[in-house]
Nanobody, 124 residues
């Protein structure tokens, strides 16, 4: 079973940037579509960004379009989330996730494997 581990979270002021990383092991990384979810207190877990197996297509939630960018390096078994122009409403636990179906990169219901999450806090 693929194991996922996030890193790069922390405390940042509004307008700042962070880059999250997700390292995968125990599976064939290029087999999976990859995505980033986030969950704020009292809210459901939502898909923020997704990317296909070879990185040819991406998905972004409306709330982060133009500010966040997802990418992957299959040689390093790593997926990234670059977050710019951060806002207090971006505060959440961010989770890396993998889907067995490459076509499911934009479908939150198809993600089946999860990291433990990393906290991102944006202060005003």
């Amino acid at each position: 079973q693929v194991q996922l581990a996030e890193s790069g979270g922390g405390l940042v002021q509004a307008g700042g940037s962070l880059r999250l990383s997700c390292d995968a092991s125990g599976g064939s990384f290029s087999r999976y579509a990859m995505g980033w979810f986030r969950q704020a207190p009292g809210k459901e877990r939502d898909l923020v960004a997704g990317i296909t197996r070879s990185g040819g297509n991406t998905y972004y939630a409306d709330s982060v379009k133009g500010r966040f960018a997802i990418s992957r390096d299959n040689a390093k078994n790593t997926v990234y989330l670059q977050m710019n122009s951060l806002k207090p409403e971006d505060t959440a636990v961010y989770y890396c996730a993998a889907a067995d179906y490459g076509s499911g990169y934009a479908n939150p219901d198809l993600y089946a494997y999860w990291g433990q999450g990393t906290q991102v806090t944006v202060s005003s």
